[in-house]
């Protein structure tokens, strides 16, 4: 009878220690934070938005305009969530920018991988521009988010 009163008790006891160390274990464990995944992207030169890429509907608002030997301000890309809110760029993230057609326009990127550059008008016409945010190293790494292209124009002299 003590037998069944003992095995009973360590039963009880194996349960309620389970218990106790699960309890402790999720409130001791940091949570694992989400990062916000982009869901679209915004073209800004000197302060405004250009052009804006909704990631739901894959389709661009704006366009992207330069004149012949001529180049841009600074165009700043950001990505962002669905909001509209900027994602923070976590460290292993950078932008690259294919340009369909480099006769007519190039996007040039001061840093390799930094999330702008400028665009520079070679020969009058219009071209495609996708961007990609990139994870892993500049130049070898894999793409996180795509857009479609954006349509860039390239003015002759007037």
Wanted: net charge negative.
């Amino acid at each position: 009878m003590n037998t069944r009163i003992i095995g009973k008790g360590l039963v009880g006891l194996a349960v309620i220690s389970a218990l106790a160390l699960t309890g402790c274990s999720d409130s001791t464990e940091p949570e694992e934070e989400e990062h916000a995944e982009p869901e679209g992207v915004e073209l800004v030169m000197s302060g405004q938005v250009i052009a804006s890429y909704d990631g739901d509907t894959q389709s661009w608002t704006g366009e992207m305009e330069v004149d012949v030997g001529e180049e841009t301000a600074h165009i700043g890309v950001r990505f962002v969530d669905h909001d509209g809110d900027p994602i923070p760029l976590e460290e292993g993230l950078y932008l690259e920018v294919e340009v369909e057609d480099e006769s007519i326009a190039e996007f040039e990127q001061d840093t390799p991988g930094e999330f702008g550059g400028h665009l520079h008008g070679m020969a009058e016409g219009e071209t495609d521009v996708t961007f990609r945010l990139m994870h892993g190293e500049v130049g070898s790494g894999h793409a996180d988010f795509v857009t479609t292209p954006v349509h860039a124009h390239v003015h002759g002299p007037s």
